[in-house]
């Protein structure tokens, strides 16, 4: 693993290994191909590329170079560079984790561009309700009883949101909102730090992949990553069960990965691949069925190659369906708080306005 040396973001890691099969592709070598990137970049990139090269100049091998350049690598990167050290050809495989490290990031980025515009009105509606209950709406129940003269007191229940059925409920829930993004962010940054034990991590990692949409996207995104893996390791010569083992380690999911190594396991011991898989991924009908072709006869690294490239596709369409999907739910949730937020500040001065005047 990495010693901390430098820190890449997911995008300077892509941008890096873009960077390098782009060369490769022009006919540069391997090493040339690393110095070059760093040229081409500034930052932490040119510091990694430089890192690497200096590592490779010495003596070391690719995935050593890049394990001790960098602090963290994805797993795919690093089954590909396994198989250049394999192979000496590192032209497919950092095309292969070129293309993954691109689909992951496009997921990524659209749908926080999906979601960010709803995700701030939200946050102002949210602020601006907080301070509408806090300080608007009491200071206009002073003033219209103030101009209504000494004679009008305000009907009995205290303040405002205390007397309106609708305006306490919409506070409610306004609270409720607030409260349950809070907790969400705090639990999220405590799975961050605390690092949670194996048992809990794969329950949180099955949870993930259980969510009507997103685990669609993680698990499709996790075998893509394990069917590239696998193809380039399967056509750089590396026997099958060891390909699979090294495959099995790519996707992100810990649960994802668990199932794929106890599909290898169930390989290992004799069962038939595409039984094999069905037994440890319920959800992973297109893995079985591609593996199902393998055994009527079809060559095993063609069929692999087009499971990643149908993957890709699907992953692509889910994408565009799954942001079409998001954008417009946040912009109704984001229309319901503002218009809640209407309602409480309305109905509260008609309830004012009917309490003072005759």
């Not at 690393?34 to 590329?49: K, L, N, Q």
């Not at 690719?62 to 990167?77: E, F, Q, S």
């Not at 990965?257 to 290898?264: G, I, T």
């Not at 319901?336 to 008609?350: P, Q």
Request: with cysteine; charged share 15%.
């Amino acid at each position: 693993m990495g010693n901390d040396v430098i820190r890449l973001s997911r995008v300077q890691e892509s941008l890096l290994v873009e960077s390098v099969s782009t060369l490769l592709h022009g006919g540069i070598g391997l090493l040339d191909a690393y110095r070059s990137a760093g040229e081409m970049h500034g930052g932490r990139v040119r510091a990694a590329a430089s890192a690497v090269v200096s590592l490779l100049e010495r003596g070391w091998t690719v995935t050593g170079a890049v394990d001790r350049g960098l602090a963290r690598i994805d797993p795919m990167h690093r089954a590909m560079l396994s198989v250049v050290d394999e192979t000496g050809d590192a032209v497919d495989p950092m095309d292969r984790a070129d293309r993954y490290l691109k689909s992951r990031l496009q997921f990524r980025s659209r749908v926080l561009a999906a979601s960010i515009y709803p995700s701030f009105v939200i946050a102002a509606a949210l602020v601006g309700s907080a301070l509408l209950v806090l300080l608007v709406m009491p200071a206009a129940e002073s003033l219209v009883l103030t101009a209504a003269g000494p004679g009008r007191a305000p009907g009995a229940g205290g303040g405002p949101a205390a007397r309106l059925g609708v305006g306490s409920v919409s506070v409610g829930l306004l609270v409720l909102l607030a409260a349950g993004f809070t907790s969400a962010t705090v639990i999220f940054a405590v799975a961050l730090l605390a690092r949670p034990a194996e048992a809990l991590r794969l329950r949180l990692a099955r949870l993930r992949l259980a969510l009507p949409c997103s685990g669609h996207l993680e698990m499709l995104t996790g075998l893509l990553a394990f069917s590239h893996a696998l193809a380039g390791l399967l056509g750089a010569g590396i026997p099958f069960s060891r390909a699979l083992r090294t495959a099995a380690d790519c996707p992100r999911n810990p649960a994802l990965r668990a199932s794929l190594h106890r599909a290898a396991s169930a390989m290992e011991q004799g069962t038939p691949p595409s039984a094999a898989v069905g037994r440890a991924l319920p959800r992973g009908d297109c893995l079985r069925r591609w593996f199902a072709l393998c055994e009527s006869g079809a060559d095993l690294r063609s069929t692999v190659d087009g499971l990643a490239s149908f993957l890709e596709a699907r992953l692509s369409a889910s994408i565009r369906g799954f942001t079409a999907i998001v954008e417009p739910v946040l912009v109704a949730l984001a229309g319901g708080v503002v218009l809640t937020v209407v309602l409480t500040v309305v109905k509260t001065l008609f309830d004012l306005y009917a309490e003072v005047l005759p």
